[in-house]
């Protein structure tokens, strides 16, 4: 077997029940492109912060969950920062945890060279891809980058049929725009590997890591329960398997 890749990893929990089936092992990648209004870890930004670890190390500590993992349909979730922005690394982990029978997910914003980040999305049992905006205008203020990059990730995930599922916040005043949903809704029906859309409320979590002046949606309200459930029965009636 080759050498552990190393890198840097921001954080990780365990007993995570949102990012993908079962209990999850959700590790936490340092480094990211973006610079999404809303993130809740702009800690995890710079590439020289965390601590830096190898891939054996981190399936290693993998493993201390399996067990409970197992039981429930779970394994182990590769998020961010921005798993991507580590290609080699986030492969490796990958490639280790399949090896020990380890279900993986790969959540990310799909942001990267399709030539490096290719062999990483290939490796994942799943991929969680979230869709800021299809507006690009609007993609370019949420996030300070243009949505061409993830839209061409989106296409290779169709064209190689893996398992997909699709993650968009809603945020008033920015990505809550109808045309917008609309669009996103027209472009997520053609796609033949989606097992499942989340439609996502907006939320402050993590505010207090910004530094003072730096985060802009202090105003911004939480979306309106009702409009979310109206927006999802929108996106089951059209066909769509939104949660």
Partial sequence: MAEPVKGRIHSYETCGMVDGPGLRFV????????????????????????????SQEVVNEVLKYRSWMEASGGGLTLSGGEALFQPDFARDILIRCARKGIHTVLDTAGYGKLERIAPVLDAADLVILDIKSV????????????????????????????????????VPGLTDDR?????????????????????????????????????????????????????????????????
């Fill in 135 to 170: 507006n690009e205008e609007v993609h370019k203020k949420v996030t300070g980058v243009s949505g061409a990059v993830p839209l061409e990730t989106l296409n290779y995930l169709q064209e190689t049929g893996k398992p997909l599922w699709i993650r968009h916040v809603v």
């Fill in 27 to 54: 590790l936490f990648l340092q480094g990211c492109p973006l610079r999404c209004l809303y993130c809740h870890n702009p800690d995890s930004w710079s590439a020289r912060g965390g601590r830096e670890m190898n």
């Fill in 179 to 243: 045309r917008d949903l609309a669009a996103l809704k027209g472009m997520l029906l053609g796609l033949k590997n989606l097992e499942r859309v989340e439609l996502l409320p907006f939320h402050k979590m993590g505010e207090e890591k910004w530094l003072p002046g730096r985060y802009t949606l202090e105003n911004t309200p939480i979306p309106e329960a009702d409009f979310m459930k109206a927006l999802c029965s929108e996106f089951r009636e059209a066909g769509l398997p939104a949660a």
